[in-house]
């Protein structure tokens, strides 16, 4: 049993207070709460707007850690992976390209069985340059071993990264988790946020323990091998059984988290927005929830029953539980904020994700692909209202694109 398992639920903890905070911001508050060890920063747009409140907090007095700016995004990953294997609880980050440059860390990261946590602020890859949200940066690592957590809120945002370390750190997983925040939409827009006291993160939050996998003279023990054949696919499997065990541990955290924090988030794989009854549903992930909420109540209100399934966790995909929920409506239409050169159907990547998870599902609806504010540009109602056109067209049994882009000028 855990530490935080352990906590009486008759226990009353102290009450949350409300802050008025970024996106970013709201990250950085998690990084104070979670007591992380050691903070490796190097600035680019969108993400610096976190290593910059991390530096207020440590010049403040407010957050006691080890604050390193590295000399560039590669070295800043270095850092964190190797202080983690030393029992160091860690934080980085990085947006676009600079998440690119990592890349040989982040490539590592997850077979060195790190738990890191780390924060991508979604941004379009140069070139040509562009500082606006795109998914790709991300979604570059998906085939890695990393978890990976879209979140909409800058309350979603801390909450989901007190919860990643949590699920990251489990002994049964230690995989790295990347917690994506849309650039701009999320990173730079404030809300009103619940800011937990330290007492309930601490009933929640074990202590990190990497127990017999801890670097340390007096356990001398090889981290990063030279295998090659001899053992390459053995450790890969294991890489691969941890996350299979992901997302278990990833419902224990949520439903802990509602125990202690008192607040739900239902479903921790995605979130269903009227869609009781609804005939078509959209699917996205991020930021672009929001005109689509929108959106959809003005339809509702014309009698078109529409829903909305808004996907957290992209890795581990939660497929067999998102397939069933999809095969209730007439058609999906599936928004990436990403695209996927030469992929089936020319789609983005999560509109390949569903359409590989519906695959063997007894009931499987026509599904339109749809790219969608890329670079940073607006998903508007009228574009959601035209997407939506194009799924009803699906299910009445009119053929469609097996993707269309949206918005794109004439």
């Not at 290593?51 to 080890?66: I, R, T």
């Not at 001398?220 to 390459?232: C, F, G, K, R, S």
């Not at 997302?247 to 927005?273: H, L």
């Not at 239409?333 to 390949?352: C, E, K, M, Q």
Request: with cysteine; glycine share 8%.
């Amino acid at each position: 049993m855990t530490e935080a398992l352990a906590t009486p639920p008759q226990k009353q903890l102290a009450a949350d207070k409300t802050s008025l905070i970024t996106g970013s911001e709201a990250i950085a508050v998690a990084c104070k709460l979670a007591d992380v060890d050691v903070i490796t920063a190097y600035p680019i747009r969108p993400y610096d707007t976190v290593m910059q409140y991390v530096a207020k907090l440590v010049s403040n007095g407010e957050l006691d850690c080890e604050y390193i700016v590295a000399e560039s995004e590669h070295s800043q990953f270095e850092i964190v992976k190797h202080a983690s294997a030393v029992g160091a609880r860690v934080f980085c980050g990085s947006s676009g390209v600079g998440w690119m440059y990592a890349f040989e860390a982040l490539t590592v990261t997850p077979a060195l069985r790190i738990p890191m946590v780390a924060m991508v602020g979604n941004r379009a890859l140069d070139d040509p340059g562009a500082f606006g949200v795109e998914h790709n940066d991300a979604l570059a690592v998906r085939d890695l071993g990393w978890q990976l957590v879209w979140v909409d809120s800058a309350q979603e945002a801390l909450d989901t990264a007190l919860i990643a370390y949590r699920v990251a750190e489990d002994r049964r997983i230690f995989l790295p988790c990347a917690i994506s925040c849309d650039g701009a939409f999320l990173t730079h827009s404030q809300a009103l946020v619940k800011v937990p006291s330290q007492e309930k993160v601490k009933a929640f939050l074990p202590r990190y323990d990497r127990g017999d996998l801890l670097l340390h003279p007096d356990n001398p023990i090889t981290v990063a091998p030279q295998v090659n054949e001899d053992w390459l696919m053995e450790i890969r499997r294991q890489t691969a059984a941890a996350m299979d065990r992901s997302p278990a541990v990833i419902r224990e955290a949520y439903a802990d988290f509602e125990r202690i924090f008192g607040r739900s988030y239902g479903n921790p794989f995605f979130e269903e927005y009227q869609t009781e009854d609804a005939d078509v549903v959209l699917v996205g992930m991020g930021t672009l929830s929001n005109p689509v909420r929108v959106a959809i109540r003005q339809m509702r209100q014309e009698g078109k029953k529409v829903g909305f399934v808004r996907v957290r966790w992209f890795r581990p995909f939660a497929a067999e539980e998102l397939a069933a929920t999809l095969g209730r409506f007439k058609a999906v239409g599936v928004i990436d904020r990403d695209f996927s050169l030469g992929s089936p159907y020319r789609s983005g990547v999560l509109a390949t994700e569903v359409r590989a998870a519906m695959y063997p599902a007894p009931n499987r609806p026509p599904i339109v692909g749809f790219i969608c504010g890329l670079g940073g540009r607006e998903v508007t109602v009228p574009a959601v209202r035209e997407m939506t056109e194009s799924v009803y067209l699906a299910a009445e049994g009119t053929t469609q694109p097996g993707t269309k882009w949206i918005g794109l000028r004439e």
